[in-house]
Protein backbone atom coordinates (compact mmCIF):
# COMPACT_ATOMS: atom_id res chain seq x y z
CA UNK A 1 0.00 0.00 0.00
CA UNK A 2 2.37 2.89 -1.43
CA UNK A 3 -0.69 5.83 -0.72
CA UNK A 4 0.00 8.69 -2.44
CA UNK A 5 3.10 8.48 -5.08
CA UNK A 6 4.22 11.59 -7.37
CA UNK A 7 7.10 11.71 -9.89
CA UNK A 8 9.16 13.24 -11.24
CA UNK A 9 11.02 13.65 -7.29
CA UNK A 10 12.87 17.18 -8.99
CA UNK A 11 12.87 18.81 -12.18
CA UNK A 12 14.74 21.46 -14.25
CA UNK A 13 13.02 23.31 -16.60
CA UNK A 14 13.73 26.05 -18.85
CA UNK A 15 11.51 29.03 -19.28
CA UNK A 16 9.12 28.11 -21.70
CA UNK A 17 9.31 24.14 -21.78
CA UNK A 18 6.60 21.75 -20.64
CA UNK A 19 6.02 19.23 -18.35
CA UNK A 20 3.72 17.01 -16.47
CA UNK A 21 3.17 15.62 -13.22
CA UNK A 22 2.43 12.92 -12.30
CA UNK A 23 0.64 11.45 -9.04
CA UNK A 24 -1.47 7.96 -8.57
CA UNK A 25 -2.82 6.78 -5.26
CA UNK A 26 -3.85 3.69 -4.17
CA UNK A 27 -6.56 3.78 -1.45
CA UNK A 28 -9.47 4.18 -3.89
CA UNK A 29 -10.03 8.29 -3.38
CA UNK A 30 -12.65 9.78 -5.08
CA UNK A 31 -10.92 13.00 -4.20
CA UNK A 32 -7.48 14.28 -5.32
CA UNK A 33 -5.49 17.58 -5.21
CA UNK A 34 -2.68 19.66 -6.48
CA UNK A 35 -1.02 22.31 -4.67
CA UNK A 36 1.85 24.34 -4.66
CA UNK A 37 3.76 25.26 -1.67
CA UNK A 38 6.18 28.39 -1.51
CA UNK A 39 8.52 29.87 1.56
CA UNK A 40 6.50 31.88 3.67
CA UNK A 41 2.96 31.21 1.86
CA UNK A 42 1.98 27.69 2.50
CA UNK A 43 0.13 25.70 0.46
CA UNK A 44 -2.09 27.05 -1.95
CA UNK A 45 -4.22 24.85 -4.14
CA UNK A 46 -4.35 24.53 -7.87
CA UNK A 47 -6.67 22.22 -9.16
CA UNK A 48 -9.00 19.64 -7.78
CA UNK A 49 -10.89 16.70 -8.96
CA UNK A 50 -14.27 15.92 -6.79
CA UNK A 51 -14.39 12.79 -8.32
CA UNK A 52 -13.31 11.03 -11.77
CA UNK A 53 -14.29 12.52 -14.53
CA UNK A 54 -14.64 16.18 -12.82
CA UNK A 55 -11.61 18.81 -12.58
CA UNK A 56 -12.15 22.37 -10.96
CA UNK A 57 -9.70 25.49 -10.30
CA UNK A 58 -8.15 26.14 -7.33
CA UNK A 59 -6.80 29.28 -5.80
CA UNK A 60 -3.87 29.31 -8.39
CA UNK A 61 -4.77 28.22 -11.48
CA UNK A 62 -3.14 29.95 -13.90
CA UNK A 63 -0.53 28.50 -16.02
CA UNK A 64 -1.97 24.85 -15.29
CA UNK A 65 -4.23 22.42 -16.69
CA UNK A 66 -4.82 18.88 -15.08
CA UNK A 67 -6.60 15.67 -16.24
CA UNK A 68 -8.14 13.04 -14.08
CA UNK A 69 -7.00 9.84 -16.26
CA UNK A 70 -9.23 7.75 -13.95
CA UNK A 71 -9.79 7.00 -10.58
CA UNK A 72 -6.08 6.36 -9.71
CA UNK A 73 -4.13 9.19 -11.08
CA UNK A 74 -4.16 12.85 -11.70
CA UNK A 75 -1.53 14.83 -13.67
CA UNK A 76 -0.80 18.40 -13.72
CA UNK A 77 0.83 20.02 -16.46
CA UNK A 78 2.55 23.09 -16.91
CA UNK A 79 2.64 24.00 -20.58
CA UNK A 80 5.15 26.91 -20.79
CA UNK A 81 6.82 26.99 -17.86
CA UNK A 82 7.98 30.26 -15.97
CA UNK A 83 10.03 31.23 -13.57
CA UNK A 84 7.53 31.93 -11.00
CA UNK A 85 6.32 28.27 -11.07
CA UNK A 86 9.33 27.30 -9.41
CA UNK A 87 8.02 25.68 -6.05
CA UNK A 88 7.39 22.49 -4.61
CA UNK A 89 3.93 20.93 -6.02
CA UNK A 90 1.94 18.42 -3.68
CA UNK A 91 -0.52 16.06 -4.83
CA UNK A 92 -3.15 14.77 -2.24
CA UNK A 93 -6.30 12.47 -1.91
CA UNK A 94 -9.04 12.08 0.74
CA UNK A 95 -12.17 10.42 0.71
CA UNK A 96 -15.12 12.82 2.10
CA UNK A 97 -17.98 11.34 4.19
CA UNK A 98 -19.14 12.34 7.29
CA UNK A 99 -16.34 9.81 9.32
CA UNK A 100 -13.22 10.66 6.81
CA UNK A 101 -11.79 13.86 5.63
CA UNK A 102 -8.15 13.45 6.17
CA UNK A 103 -5.77 14.23 3.02
CA UNK A 104 -3.55 12.22 2.17
CA UNK A 105 -0.26 13.66 0.82
CA UNK A 106 2.48 13.08 -1.83
CA UNK A 107 6.16 13.51 -0.84
CA UNK A 108 6.02 15.65 -3.75
CA UNK A 109 7.46 17.16 -6.53
CA UNK A 110 10.36 20.00 -6.06
CA UNK A 111 10.38 21.73 -9.71
CA UNK A 112 13.13 24.73 -10.87
CA UNK A 113 11.89 26.61 -13.54
CA UNK A 114 15.20 28.76 -15.01
CA UNK B 1 -6.37 33.39 0.58
CA UNK B 2 -5.32 32.21 4.00
CA UNK B 3 -8.43 31.26 6.18
CA UNK B 4 -6.27 29.56 8.87
CA UNK B 5 -3.16 31.76 10.97
CA UNK B 6 -0.66 30.39 12.40
CA UNK B 7 1.33 31.78 15.41
CA UNK B 8 3.90 32.09 16.54
CA UNK B 9 5.88 31.43 12.66
CA UNK B 10 8.71 29.31 14.63
CA UNK B 11 9.11 28.39 17.96
CA UNK B 12 12.45 27.03 19.21
CA UNK B 13 12.40 24.92 22.44
CA UNK B 14 14.32 22.26 24.28
CA UNK B 15 13.41 18.51 24.32
CA UNK B 16 11.02 17.32 27.32
CA UNK B 17 9.12 21.26 27.10
CA UNK B 18 5.68 21.36 25.96
CA UNK B 19 5.66 23.16 22.66
CA UNK B 20 2.03 25.34 22.02
CA UNK B 21 0.86 26.85 18.91
CA UNK B 22 -2.08 28.78 17.78
CA UNK B 23 -4.47 28.62 14.64
CA UNK B 24 -6.97 31.80 14.07
CA UNK B 25 -9.70 31.94 11.15
CA UNK B 26 -11.83 34.57 10.19
CA UNK B 27 -15.11 32.96 8.92
CA UNK B 28 -17.40 29.98 10.51
CA UNK B 29 -16.11 26.42 10.02
CA UNK B 30 -16.96 22.96 9.84
CA UNK B 31 -13.79 21.79 11.44
CA UNK B 32 -10.35 22.32 11.95
CA UNK B 33 -7.63 19.87 11.35
CA UNK B 34 -3.90 19.73 11.77
CA UNK B 35 -0.96 18.61 9.97
CA UNK B 36 2.60 18.11 10.31
CA UNK B 37 5.49 18.44 7.36
CA UNK B 38 8.84 17.28 8.04
CA UNK B 39 11.83 18.81 6.19
CA UNK B 40 11.50 17.86 2.47
CA UNK B 41 8.31 15.60 2.89
CA UNK B 42 4.69 15.86 2.24
CA UNK B 43 2.22 16.65 5.39
CA UNK B 44 0.77 13.87 7.43
CA UNK B 45 -2.42 14.56 9.27
CA UNK B 46 -2.66 14.52 12.81
CA UNK B 47 -6.21 15.23 14.31
CA UNK B 48 -9.10 16.87 13.33
CA UNK B 49 -11.44 18.44 15.60
CA UNK B 50 -15.04 19.54 14.91
CA UNK B 51 -17.11 22.66 15.45
CA UNK B 52 -18.88 21.21 18.27
CA UNK B 53 -15.81 19.75 20.08
CA UNK B 54 -13.72 21.98 22.31
CA UNK B 55 -10.93 19.63 23.03
CA UNK B 56 -9.47 16.66 21.66
CA UNK B 57 -6.30 14.66 22.40
CA UNK B 58 -4.10 11.96 20.90
CA UNK B 59 -0.67 10.81 22.63
CA UNK B 60 1.20 13.60 23.65
CA UNK B 61 -1.11 15.85 21.32
CA UNK B 62 -4.15 18.12 22.64
CA UNK B 63 -6.06 20.25 20.63
CA UNK B 64 -8.28 23.07 21.59
CA UNK B 65 -10.98 24.90 19.26
CA UNK B 66 -12.98 28.30 20.51
CA UNK B 67 -15.15 29.08 17.88
CA UNK B 68 -16.17 31.97 19.88
CA UNK B 69 -12.71 33.33 19.52
CA UNK B 70 -12.61 31.72 16.06
CA UNK B 71 -9.12 29.90 17.43
CA UNK B 72 -7.30 26.40 18.15
CA UNK B 73 -4.06 25.24 19.57
CA UNK B 74 -2.09 22.78 19.41
CA UNK B 75 -0.05 21.55 22.47
CA UNK B 76 2.56 18.58 21.97
CA UNK B 77 3.74 18.04 25.35
CA UNK B 78 7.28 16.61 26.45
CA UNK B 79 8.62 17.40 23.34
CA UNK B 80 11.17 14.64 21.25
CA UNK B 81 13.78 16.38 18.71
CA UNK B 82 11.88 14.13 16.39
CA UNK B 83 8.91 16.37 16.73
CA UNK B 84 10.76 19.30 14.68
CA UNK B 85 8.76 19.64 11.91
CA UNK B 86 6.38 22.60 10.38
CA UNK B 87 3.02 22.61 11.62
CA UNK B 88 -0.25 23.82 9.39
CA UNK B 89 -3.54 23.83 10.82
CA UNK B 90 -6.53 23.39 7.66
CA UNK B 91 -10.42 24.95 8.04
CA UNK B 92 -13.36 23.67 6.07
CA UNK B 93 -15.54 25.81 6.03
CA UNK B 94 -19.52 24.84 5.16
CA UNK B 95 -20.46 24.54 1.60
CA UNK B 96 -16.87 23.05 0.37
CA UNK B 97 -15.25 20.24 1.38
CA UNK B 98 -11.87 21.51 0.70
CA UNK B 99 -9.66 22.26 3.72
CA UNK B 100 -7.79 26.19 3.29
CA UNK B 101 -4.10 25.76 4.92
CA UNK B 102 -2.52 28.31 7.06
CA UNK B 103 1.66 29.10 6.74
CA UNK B 104 2.50 26.83 9.32
CA UNK B 105 4.51 27.02 12.85
CA UNK B 106 7.81 26.11 12.34
CA UNK B 107 8.83 23.99 15.16
CA UNK B 108 12.71 22.54 16.62
CA UNK B 109 13.25 21.02 19.71
CA UNK B 110 16.77 20.72 20.05
CA UNK B 111 17.65 17.84 22.07
Known amino acids: NAGVTQTPKFQVLKTGQSMTLQCAQDMNHNSMYWYRQDPGMGLRLIYY???????DKGEVPNGYNVSRLNKREFSLRLESAAPSQTSVYFC?????????????FGPGTRLLVL | SQQGEEDPQALSIQEGENATMNCSYKTSINNLQWYRQNSGRGLVHLIL?????REKHSGRLRVTLDTSKKSSSLLITASRAADTASYFC???????????FGRGTSLIVHP
Open chain 1, 92 to 104: ASSEISLRQETQY
Open chain 2, 90 to 100: ATRRGGSYIPT
Open chain 1, 49 to 55: SASEGTT
Open chain 2, 49 to 53: IRSNE
